[in-house]
């Protein structure tokens, strides 16, 4: 399973980066916003942080914009995964930038007929929100199932999975259980999957004893 960071925040990005964490980078314009950034900067930044997809996401709505802007965005570097939202007009702009080779992630998905279309249109990604789900009271992990399962039915379908609005480590768990191939993750989420009370616990045991012996390594 490939880990995406979901953030603006190039320094959360590193530092993940240096533990081998970041398999790519995701960003929307509410993270960019955080981050009170220039979105191109930004990008650039990030982009050479990690040589792994990183989405940038339009925020024009009509198609011809949706391009423009694609068009733009990509030439930041190579590694520009444009993101453009589930709609009529994202989508016939998914399908332009994909087949001029350009990545291509489809955000704001929420029901597996939206992920089907998002496929057919030839994204690179998809992107079902299941905290948001939840949050109106609706299993987004049973979307991921349905998605995983729909995608696996029809193996010309390249689009890849990529859980997203995920809020805690039973949502990558449950992701990874049932085959999606990415999880876009927050800095905190990922640091919430690192710390296991036994853990530290052990640790500290060990070191007890070791300071005993009175030896050192080195
Ligand atoms: O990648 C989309 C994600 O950032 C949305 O997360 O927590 O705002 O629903 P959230």
Known sequence: MKFFVDTADVSEIRALAEAGLVDGVTTNPSLVAKSGRRMADVIAEICSITPGPVSAEVTATGHEGMLAEGRHLREIAPNVCVKVPLTEAGLRACRALSADGTMVNVTLCFSPAQALLAAKAGATFVSPFVGRLDDVGTDGMGLIADIVQIYRNYS??????????????????DAAKLGAGVATLPPAVIRQLLHHPLTDRGLEAFLADWRKTGQTIL
């Open 156 to 173: 010309h379908l390249k689009t890849e999975v990529l859980v997203a609005s995920i809020r805690h480590p039973m949502h990558l768990v």
